[in-house]
């Protein structure tokens, strides 16, 4: 498959999973507004921290270094992919592992919620670790899925999931309230068992096929899908087994970077699980647009960097045609992020205390929810960022710089949880974010400085996505201006009128800034409507 190809799967993936990343945020944002009015804010901290953060924690070490390892390189060129399914059949024992271990420690080292306010704590808990073994039983087809850019099918799958989990949620919060975390238990069993029956049925009926065929599918048959051992090969590739080895280790830092904040609250109690609650629901507002842009691209183009580059070899020593895209690619994607984060940051901040009264009502305007928003949307520019500096540094990384690497996020692990701990102990949930900007400011620099070097000898200067136009940060700074003096004199009090004016000013200053982007960012629109929105259009016409 040539780069040219490589690109197009890539952001065509990438245009699929903004697609599902809406439609599941925007179902858990009605979800979530939907539930408040029906359960306690105690309730919501207890199943949106602890009993997520359970089964997060489970998926995530079981089945993260396999995909990075297994979705790396030349995957469908040099590669045993009887090898392949081997090893990713060891996701389902190891999560077993973690399943029973995480669960003791839910159960017996944690503190346990008030049964009246919060009850079936113990069955949840064992619920939760169940759902995450289910999903692994998909894992292999998952990665089969994506590397052979299977992308409809991942739609399609997390789509009905996710329909199913919101309508048994509604279902049993209506019918059923007293069940308590019964409700939440059941839900997302539901949703795992979604996803693993619409992956098996999707292959039971793709292998062989003519469609098959055409893709020139590794597999032929549904027991091709099952562990076995190939005749002269070994059950499973030992370079591949050892670079999972190194992302297994990182894999533990990762989480603990990624669910820090979850982690703190849950082990440490710094704060109360209402707090929790409203800290979670406050956090999924402010993370929507990461989780359903950002994600999404970062997941799809570190497919694409590590099928276009060599692992471990630097600009001079690969196909300059690939290096040249790779550069490309990589610059237009930093200004993409760089803008939407930069929106972000200066719309998010005059219009928190007016998304959350909206949302929730008094339960999330008043006290600490609007601050920690706008905190969020300061935060948001540096997840943004970060995604794409670590998507290419992780695909371009050799195994041994892995590892290297391990140690830096060992030392960002440990920098974090203390200042999780000291700054909440300062300023309440917004010490959580600021922990974050600051580990998430490290992890960027050393990114940064890794694509420097790696270009270094080369022409080509990606880093010059982090640049935007004079106009357009002139754009920007008016409209923060505009939209704080708006907010001030007609939000958030003052009747339905007076917040319609203040959007509808917040609109005007929003089109300006578009304005801005399309007479100066001439490239990074052209990369935009070539590779994101032609290939959604392309694939539903």
């Known amino acids: 498959m040539s780069s040219r190809d490589v690109l197009k799967n890539a952001s065509t993936s990438a245009s699929y999973n903004v697609l599902l990343q809406v439609m599941f945020r925007l179902l858990t944002f009605l979800l ?143 019918f059923a309230r007293g069940w308590g975390l019964y409700i939440f238990s059941a839900a997302h069993m539901v949703y795992t068992g979604f996803l693993v029956l619409c992956y098996a049925v999707y292959f039971i009926r793709f292998l062989g096929s003519e469609e098959a065929e055409k893709k020139s599918f590794p597999l032929r048959r549904v027991g ?91 600009a001079r020593s690969q196909k300059q045609e690939d290096v040249s895209m790779a550069a490309e690619v990589l610059e237009c994607l930093l200004k993409l992020v760089l803008v939407i984060g930069l929106v972000i940051s200066v719309f998010g901040y005059a219009y928190s205390h007016l998304a959350l009264d909206i949302y929730g009502g008094s339960l999330l305007s008043s006290g600490a929810g609007p601050g920690l928003l706008r905190s969020y949307s300061c935060y948001v520019l540096l997840l943004a960022v970060n995604g794409v500096t670590e998507c290419f540094v992780f695909a371009a990384m050799s195994q041994e710089e892995v590892d290297k690497y391990n140690l830096v996020m060992l030392a960002l692990s440990v920098s974090f949880l203390f200042l999780s ?83 509808a000013v917040g609109a005007a200053c929003l089109v300006a800034v578009l304005v801005a982007v399309l007479l100066t960012e001439t490239r990074l629109v052209q990369f935009v409507r070539t590779q994101l929105l032609d290939r959604y259009t392309k694939k539903h016409t």
């Open 32 to 174: 979530n507004a939907f539930t408040l009015r029906f359960v306690s804010k105690e309730l919501i901290g207890v199943v949106n921290v602890r009993l997520t953060l359970l089964y997060s924690t489970l998926v995530f070490l079981s089945r993260e270094a396999f995909r990075r390892a297994c979705l790396s390189g030349e995957t469908g060129t040099n590669r045993s992919w009887r090898q392949v399914v081997n090893l990713l059949w060891l996701t389902l024992p190891l999560g077993v592992l973690w399943a029973v271990l995480l669960v003791c420690v839910w159960l017996w080292l944690l503190e346990v919620p008030d049964a009246r306010t919060v009850p079936y704590y113990g069955p949840a808990v064992v619920l939760f670790g169940l759902s995450g073994v289910q999903e692994l039983l998909a894992e292999p087809l998952w990665v089969l899925a994506q590397a052979h850019m299977l992308v409809r099918l991942k739609v399609v799958a997390e789509s009905l999931a996710m329909i199913a989990k919101c309508s048994v949620t509604v279902v049993l919060v209506v």
């Open 224 to 314: 091709d899908l099952l562990p076995r051992r190939a005749d002269g090969e070994p059950l499973v590739d030992r370079t591949l087994a050892r670079l999972t080895w190194s992302f297994f280790k990182q894999s533990f830092l990762k989480q603990i970077l990624t669910e820090g904040e979850r982690y703190v609250m849950t082990f440490l109690n710094v704060l109360s699980f209402g707090d929790q609650g409203v800290y979670d629901i406050v956090n999924n507002l402010g993370s929507m647009v990461a989780r359903f842009i950002f994600l999404p691209i970062e997941e799809s183009f570190y497919i694409f960097f590590g099928k276009v580059l060599k692992r471990g070899r630097d």
């Open 421 to 503: 701990y000291v700054l909440t102990w300062w300023a309440g949930g917004v010490g959580f974010i600021l922990a974050n900007c600051l580990n998430m400011g490290l992890r960027i620099l050393h990114s940064l400085l890794y694509i420097q070097r790696y270009f270094q000898s080369s022409g080509w200067r990606p880093l010059r996505g982090l640049l935007p136009s004079p106009l357009l940060l002139l754009a920007l700074a008016v409209s923060a201006g505009v939209t704080a003096v708006s907010e001030a004199v007609f939000c958030c009090a003052g009747g339905w009128l007076r917040r319609l004016v203040h959007v």
